[in-house]
Structures are given as C-alpha cells and as structure tokens.
Nanobody, 119 residues
C-alpha cells in the first residue's frame, strides 16, 4: 500500500556520522509505526529504532545514545541520524512501515541501503 525508498547510505570511518532517509509514497500521518531495521551478513534482521504516529520512540540497546529517529509527516519522510558509528553498525538498513487496524496488520519494507563503517 505504501512504497518506501531509503537513501543516505555509504562508506564512513568509525566515529563518523551518517543520516539515512526514508521517503514514503504517500502520507505517513496514518501509519502507526515507522522504523529502521538492519541486517548484517550472516545475521538476522534486527530492530534499530521505531517511532509511532504519536512520536514515541524505541531504540535497540546497542544504538541508544548514538542514533536518533525522527519523522516529518509534512514531507512523508522518516530519518535516522547515526553518530559515533562503529564497524559493528555495518549492515543493510531497511525502512519499515507498520499499520494495525481491526482487520489486519500491514507491514511494508523498503529495498534497503548499505551502510559500511570501516575501522
């Protein structure tokens, strides 16, 4: 129902910063939760951060204090500011949109953007 396109990934050195953006094909005002997940080679996809329509945020313990998720409903975008990057942060980062209704749960994913942190 909603298409998501990530951007902003790239190669950075440890300690550097990167800002990821997720552009949605329609308004995200009604999307209950948007977030970022990541998957490293040989690893399962894991939650990085989420933000609800009400502005409540949730972060993985490993990124608390370093990453900040935000949403701009007017621009239909969700961003992830990543500071103090570590080699362990290397992964493909995926944008996610989840909407829960009395009838169903809708879960949409972007195609992912590569983040590589060198030591």
């Amino acid at each position: 129902q909603v298409q998501l396109v990530e951007s902003g990934g790239g190669l950075v050195q440890a300690g550097g910063s990167l800002r990821l953006s997720c552009a949605a094909s329609r308004t995200i005002f009604s999307i209950n939760t948007m977030g970022w997940y990541r998957q490293a080679p040989g690893k399962q996809r894991e939650l990085v951060a989420t933000i609800t329509s009400g502005g409540t945020t949730n972060y993985a313990e490993s990124v608390k204090g370093r990453f900040t998720i935000s949403r701009d409903n007017a621009k239909n975008t969700v961003s992830l500011q990543m500071n103090s990057l570590k080699p362990e942060d290397t992964a493909v980062y995926y944008c996610n949109a989840k909407t829960t209704t009395p009838r169903s749960i809708t879960n949409n994913w972007g195609q992912g953007t590569q983040v590589t942190v060198s030591s």
